[in-house]
């Protein structure tokens, strides 16, 4: 009798049993996203299972970990127990239990829950698969094996701007007030400049309101540019402007000056000018509309600013008709450094300085070697005073009074610091001899509220009998002007210096005493 097709036959079987046995696959879907920090949700499958389901375990682990992060576990609906290891993480495991019975009989695409995936780092991981458990409907094991998945992190090009804007009118009579909207394309962040052809200063917001004035038929071109990272654009649009009055606006103001210097303020005093249409003065802030005041009042103070700032006072006169002068008036001022009332700090910039103190030192802290650090030392080139008569350079051991000034020179690119620390004993206020000719003085105003102000020089020099042909201010690091007697006021600033000619000898008194 011959076997053969029988021991074949039971061969064949029993391969197909072991390759039914092991058909059953878990696997989970490849993902993607367009650029760090967003997320996406990738599904787990088991692909048949021949009686059922009734529970499983089961790990994933990113192999490149820098890619993403596993931010979430999603279970399916059939799981009544739940149960996953902490996240976020580089891996998970999770594990669900269908005690319910609802997964019964021959089974397939059976959904295993999924996770959620955040892109960190453009790139592509693999998502590696490992079966801890998978149990049929009686508890026995389902062989498996795993197909693993990617995930990739992508980054998004950057596009290049494309400028564009739109105007609620672009003609009409003036003052014309235009409302402008950026309307530009391409991907953000990207930077705005408004350039409204007309003299006034760029700015960079996305909705600007401009008023544009003249006398005469005008046209005027409105630019503007847009950046980012990929490149830069530029469009432009004419705005026409008229007027039926052939009247002029009202001249500037003069003599645009700040007459205070303090930590948190700064006010500003002008000359109206004597132009019979003359009504308001438009006032700017860096740029920015403050306030519109009317004419005779001569002064804004701009209020609630940080100490040690840089800020700038732009003007422009209006007539009783609504014309606005076109010419832009401006003067810049920097609020005081922070002072504490036990010291005082005085920066010292690149290039010479004239300095000097306005209160008389404490012991120990009188002397340039002891106002300047020993690495503040190294920064100063070279200290010179005037005796009246000659230059002279200062020693380390030579010390810093009220009402005497010096030249200090601090190396090129690099900023020093001198330290202020007041006497702490009563003392009368300071006085100096000037002698005939030049008197290099710095001067010693009084101690108020917390600091020490600008006086206006016949304020400072009211002590001298006499007269004093001129004053002038050198102009290192402060604006340079002269003064004669009986002309225009100006302030003297603490810490700074100035010179004095005088037509004989006479005394300096200054109003500073210790402030503690």
């Known amino acids: 009798m011959n076997y053969s097709w029988l021991l074949y036959s039971i061969f064949f079987l029993i391969l ?4 039914v046995t092991a058909a059953s696959t878990v696997s989970i879907e490849p993902g993607e996203v367009a650029a760090v920090g967003e997320s996406t949700t990738l599904g787990l499958v088991l692909n048949q299972t021949e009686n059922g389901l009734s529970g499983c375990n ?5 192999d490149n970990p820098a890619v993403a992060t596993i931010t979430g576990v999603n279970f399916p609906a059939w799981a009544s127990v739940q149960d996953n290891s902490s996240l976020p ?5 999770m594990n669900e239990m269908d005690l319910q019975e609802t997964l019964t009989g021959t089974l397939t695409n059976v959904d295993l829950g999924s996770i959620t995936l955040v892109g960190v780092l453009e790139g592509t991981t693999g998502i590696t698969l490992t079966v801890n458990a998978l149990d049929d409907s009686n508890g026995t094991a389902i062989p498996a094996t795993t197909l693993p998945g990617t995930f990739i992190v992508h980054s998004p090009a950057v596009i290049a701007p494309t400028a564009d804007f739109t105007v609620n009118i672009s003609s009409g009579t003036s003052p014309l007030t235009v409302q402008f909207a950026d309307n530009s394309s391409g991907t953000e962040p990207f930077s705005l400049e408004w350039n409204f052809g007309d003299g006034s200063p760029n700015e960079t917001s996305s909705a600007p309101v401009h008023t544009f004035v003249t006398d005469t038929q005008a046209t005027y071109t409105v630019t503007l540019t847009v950046n980012n990272s990929a490149g830069s654009s530029a469009t432009a649009e004419a705005i026409t402007v008229s007027t039926t009055e052939p009247t002029h606006p009202p001249d500037s103001i003069t003599n645009l000056h700040n007459t205070t210097y303090q930590e948190t303020l700064i006010t500003w005093n002008w000359t109206d000018p004597s132009s019979e249409t003359f009504d308001q003065v438009m006032i700017y802030l860096d740029g920015v509309f403050q306030a519109n005041v009317t004419k005779g009042s001569g002064t804004f103070t701009a209020a609630n600013l940080s100490p040690a ?8 006169t209006t007539g009783t008709t609504g014309l606005i002068n076109e010419t832009w008036v401006n003067h810049t001022a920097t609020t005081a450094p922070y002072q504490d009332p036990s010291s005082f700090t005085v920066t010292l910039e690149s290039g010479w300085n004239v300095v000097s103190t306005p209160i008389l030192l404490a012991p120990g802290h009188s002397q340039f070697s002891q106002i300047f650090s020993a690495g503040d030392q190294e920064k100063i080139v070279q200290a010179l005073g005037w005796d009246g008569s000659l230059w002279y350079a200062a020693q380390a051991n030579d010390e810093m009074t009220p009402l005497y000034a010096f030249y200090i020179n601090v190396k090129e690119g690099e900023v020093a610091h001198a330290t202020i620390v007041p006497s702490t004993s009563i003392s009368s206020p300071p006085a100096r001899a000037l002698v005939t000719g030049w008197n290099l003085i710095g001067p010693a105003p009084a101690y108020e509220d917390g ?11 009211i002590t001298i009998e006499g007269d004093y042909r001129i004053v002038v201010s050198p102009g290192l690091h402060q604006p340079s002007w002269s003064y004669v007697r009986g002309g225009a006021s100006r302030d003297l600033l603490p810490y700074k210096g100035y010179w004095v000619f ?7 008194a200054g109003f500073s005493t210790t402030p503690l």
């Open 16 to 19: 197909l049993a072991v390759a």
């Open 58 to 62: 089961i790990s994933i682990a990113l």
């Open 89 to 93: 993480e580089k891996s998970v495991w």
């Open 309 to 316: 700032t840089m800020h700038t006072l732009g003007t422009r």
């Open 451 to 461: 600091g020490f102000s600008p006086k206006p020089v016949e304020d400072s020099l």
């Open 502 to 508: 005088m037509d004989h000898p006479d005394t300096l």
